[in-house]
Structures are given as structure tokens and as C-alpha cells.
């Protein structure tokens, strides 16, 4: 005999089956049962097609948000956006071209009728083996504050666009604990970072006034595939998963590592009515890291 089975438990069923898809292929998964913070919100996420781009856009969605992956890579975003569900479009964009970016905006708004939030994550890190400042190719750094600081504006711009008029609507940055302390990473992409909390700022002066709020997230090193990328280039014989628990191994907080879920979830939060009365903030996830530095003393009884 064949038994009937209940409605809210196939949405469990569903749910759960979700969740251990992205488990297995992405080595993340979030809760479904938190209730839909961004319900009714739609997001553009550049550099959305993998990494802490494609980590927030899967927790935007499991939050209600239909979003938008903007990205430059065509092979991966596409099948990202499939892999997301029907909440989610890929549109092309490189966050160079000013047009590129009010493009990928348009295209919100023309399919969805609005744009609540935007989140400007793409960006690079430079070249895998940081030269002394003195070897400086500024050529390079160039590159990188085009993708990391232009494109950032070029977003912010295009939101505000859109979000002033509507007066609400958030926007984030993603920065890094690289724009917090000197020594962290390539001087290009310290730079870059140090300038997105100040842009946040600025920018947080005059959106306020229009009920836009914007925000930051300076993270700790995740290995996403960019860092496993760069980190392979300055280890040529080591395999990922010695690079994965060399990175996972920096962190000071013990017991926990930084992975792209948590800042992810960040996001969420930034973007939700949970951080109404947040502009203007750098949320730095990183564990405490950059929040103290000990003094390595020698221990007494072995001197």
C-alpha cells in the first residue's frame, strides 16, 4: 500500500536534500529553518560565481532574496547560478568597465523591479609573489586598484542610482584584515583594502541622509579558490590539502576557522533589518586576529 506523505514533509525532505548538495559539492551548508531575513529582497553579487561571493549568494537565497551573480567568468557563473536554483541569474560584468556595472544593475531592476541589495565583492589579489616595494610594478598596481577600489565605487555609484531615490536599500564591501595591518598581504592589494573602509565611510556620509545603509566585511584568509590558486604558485609541491590546513592553521581563535559560510552569514546580517541602524561599519571576521599582538616573552625556567 502506498502512504501519502505530508506537505511539510517533503519541504523538509527538500530542504534537507539542499543543503547536503551544497555540503558535498561546496563543503558548506546552512540551515534552512532560520526564517527569510532578505524575503522579498533582491541582491547583485559581483565576483558572485565561486568563493565568498558564491557562499553569499546561496545563504542570501535560503534567507528569501532572488539574486543576481555578476561575474567575468562564463563557464563557472552560469553553472553556478543553475546549481543556486531559479532564484538566481548570471549576468556578465567586469567591474573595470563603469558601463559593465550599471549594466549588471539594469538588469536587476528590469527583471525584478527593484534592487535592495549590492554586493560589490569581486576583486584579485595581485601577483602570487609579492615583490619589495622597491620592484614595485605599477602597472600591476594599477590593475588591482581597478578591480579592487574602481570597481568598488563603479558599484557603490550604480546602487546609489537606484537605491536613493527608492530611499532605503543596502550596500556592502567586501575589504580584508589586509586593510586593517600592515605585512598581510602584496602592497597593491594592502592598498586596496585599506582604502575600502574609507570609501565606506565617505560614501555612508551622504547615503545615510537617503536611508541607504553601507557596510564592509574585512575577513580572515578563507581558502576560497582564489587563495588555493595564489597559495599554489608560492607552494608549487605541496597539495591543496596541506595549503587548505596551513591556511585554516594561521587563526588565532581556538577551536574554529574562518570559512566562507561565516562570512556569508556576515553578509546576511549587514543585509538584513537585523543591522537597520549599521551604516558607515567595517565588521572585521577574523577570530581576533587583528586585535591583539602578544609579546613572546621566554618562559622563566628556560632560561
Request: charged share 15%.
Amino acid at each position: 500500500m502506498l502512504r501519502s506523505v505530508s506537505r511539510p514533509r517533503l519541504l523538509r525532505d527538500f530542504k534537507g536534500n539542499a543543503a547536503n548538495f551544497f555540503l558535498n559539492r561546496f563543503g558548506y551548508a546552512s540551515s534552512t529553518s532560520r526564517g527569510g531575513r532578505l524575503e522579498g529582497k533582491v541582491a547583485l553579487i559581483t565576483g558572485g560565481a565561486s568563493g565568498l561571493g558564491r557562499a553569499a549568494a546561496y545563504e542570501f537565497i535560503q534567507e528569501g532574496a532572488k539574486v543576481i551573480i555578476a561575474d567575468i567568468n562564463t563557464q563557472v557563473g552560469p553553472q553556478t547560478a543553475l546549481d543556486l536554483g531559479p532564484q538566481a541569474n548570471f549576468v556578465y560584468c567586469d567591474v573595470t568597465s563603469e558601463a559593465q556595472v550599471a549594466e549588471a544593475v539594469d538588469f536587476a531592476v528590469a527583471h525584478h523591479g527593484q534592487l535592495d541589495i549590492m554586493y560589490n565583492n569581486a576583486g584579485i589579489p595581485g601577483p602570487s609573489i609579492p615583490p619589495s616595494i622597491a620592484d614595485l610594478n605599477l602597472d600591476e598596481f594599477d590593475r588591482v586598484m581597478q578591480i579592487n577600489v574602481r570597481g568598488t565605487i563603479a558599484g557603490i555609484k550604480h546602487a546609489a542610482r537606484i537605491m536613493v531615490p527608492a530611499k532605503s536599500g543596502s550596500i556592502l564591501c567586501t575589504a580584508s584584515i589586509s586593510g586593517l595591518m600592515g605585512g598581510l598581504g602584496p602592497h597593491p592589494y594592502t592598498v586596496s583594502k585599506f582604502a575600502i573602509p574609507g570609501i565606506v565611510k565617505s560614501a555612508a556620509s551622504e547615503l545615510c541622509r537617503h536611508g541607504v545603509r553601507i557596510n564592509c566585511i574585512s575577513p580572515f584568509v578563507v581558502p576560497t579558490p582564489l587563495v588555493m590558486d595564489q597559495m599554489a604558485v608560492f607552494y608549487p609541491g605541496a597539495g591543496r590539502e596541506w595549503i587548505t590546513e596551513m591556511v585554516n592553521g594561521l587563526g588565532e581563535l581556538n577551536g574554529a576557522k574562518c570559512e566562507e559560510v561565516d562570512v556569508a552569514r556576515a553578509a546576511v546580517f549587514l543585509a538584513s533589518n537585523d543591522a537597520k541602524y549599521v551604516t558607515g561599519h567595517n565588521l572585521v571576521v577574523d577570530g581576533g586576529f587583528t586585535c591583539f599582538k602578544q609579546l613572546r616573552f621566554p618562559i622563566p625556567d628556560q632560561i
